[in-house]
């Protein structure tokens, strides 16, 4: 069975940051719960993370890739790195995705650990670039094809082909 890993926040888990969810309504993630096929993870909260949590942004417009490679980092808004946290975030959810068979991710954009799309450049502005979080990139270097929540019909018709 096609498998999909997908953020917990979008699945109405309030563990973002601030406390908050952010829920996807889309018919296509309540038959795919129903048909068992997802395997929800916050991978900021599997490493231990609290609810709620400063703010963090991958630093100096750098991307998921730079920092597993080590050449980037993870800085809380108040100035604490977090940078091995994220990357043990993203190896549990690898972890979680290729232990419960997963080939797909649906992950929320714009986070530094989920963002796949889209990513804040590090300097707490709302100022965005292409690009990977943490999770994302280690996701995608393993060859789990990862989707945002803003690409879930192309995801729907990837599964159903496959189905
Ligand atoms: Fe949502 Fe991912 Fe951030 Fe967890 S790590 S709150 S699942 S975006």
Redesign the pocket.
């Known amino acids: 069975m096609i498998k999909i890993l997908v953020?917990?926040?979008?699945m109405g888990?309030a563990?973002?940051?601030d406390g908050k969810a952010?829920p996807l309504l889309h018919p296509a993630l309540e038959r795919w719960q129903r048909e068992g096929r997802l395997v929800t993870?916050?991978?900021?909260?599997s490493a231990g993370m609290k609810v709620p949590r400063p703010p963090a942004e991958i630093a100096a417009g750098m991307n998921g890739e730079d920092v597993l490679s080590g050449t980037a980092r993870v800085l809380e808004i108040t100035g604490g790195d977090v940078t091995d946290g994220f990357i043990e975030?993203a190896d549990n959810a690898l972890n979680l995705a290729l232990h419960s068979g997963c080939t797909f991710a649906l992950?929320?954009d714009g986070?530094p650990?989920?963002?796949s799309g889209f990513i804040y450049d590090g300097a707490f502005t709302g100022v965005r670039h292409a690009g990977h979080?943490v999770?994302a990139a280690r996701l995608a270097q393993a060859g789990i094809k990862v989707f945002s929540e803003r690409d879930i019909d192309r995801l729907v018709e990837q599964v159903d082909v496959l189905s």
């Open positions: 953020s917990a926040c979008l888990h563990v973002r940051y952010k993870i916050c991978p900021e909260m975030a992950l929320i986070s650990s989920c963002g979080g999770t």
